[in-house]
């Protein structure tokens, strides 16, 4: 699969099989994924590899559609918040490279922003200096949505003097 094609045929997953996923797999892709665009190099994002304890404590929806496999993704904070707003951005990019390369292996990821709020940070012992960007369900899919309609990208794009 060209990158094109992940691009345009990646999916959130709502509900997943209940095939483990192979973690040799998934650190190469993690590990691939960390070649995200990222400010000064500083390589903010941090993974933590989400127990079934913790999964049932943080209680998303139907047990984050019963993927084999959670993580969760968190961004160093900083100081200022120009370079917490870059943290974020590369994480979002390194989060975005993973589900294609994911996706590319037939893997699909649910993203959830669940781990924006305290019990969800609690739950992951989250401390103040890290946000956390997505918790991720990752696994393969039991079934996949269809493409829905976008803009014309032509409609987005404004040439300025």
């Known amino acids: ?25 998934v650190q190469a892709w993690l590990e ?6 990222n400010h000064r190099l500083n390589e903010p ?23 084999p496999l959670v993580l969760a993704i ?19 990019c390194f989060i975005q490279n993973f589900s294609l390369l994911a996706h590319a292996e037939g893997v ?8 924006w709020g305290d ?8 401390d103040d200096s890290y946000d956390v960007v997505n918790i991720l369900g990752v696994g393969y899919p039991a079934e996949v949505p269809q493409v829905r309609e976008r803009t014309p990208i032509t409609e987005k794009i404004r040439q300025l003097p």
Not at 56 to 62: F, M, S, V
């Open 1 to 25: 699969m060209d990158v094109a094609e992940a691009i345009r045929t990646r999916r959130h997953i709502k509900l997943f099989k209940p095939d483990p996923v192979d973690m040799d797999k």
């Open 45 to 67: 994002w941090e993974i933590l590899v989400v127990g079934e304890q913790t999964r049932q404590a943080i209680n998303h929806g139907p047990n984050f559609g019963n993927a």
């Open 119 to 126: 019990p969800a940070r609690q739950a992951l012992g989250v």
């Open 108 to 115: 699909g990821v649910r993203w959830t922003s669940v781990g």
């Open 74 to 92: 968190l961004s160093k904070r900083a100081e200022k918040q120009v370079d917490r707003d870059e943290n974020l951005i590369a994480v979002s």
């Open 32 to 37: 691939a994924a960390s070649y995200a665009p």
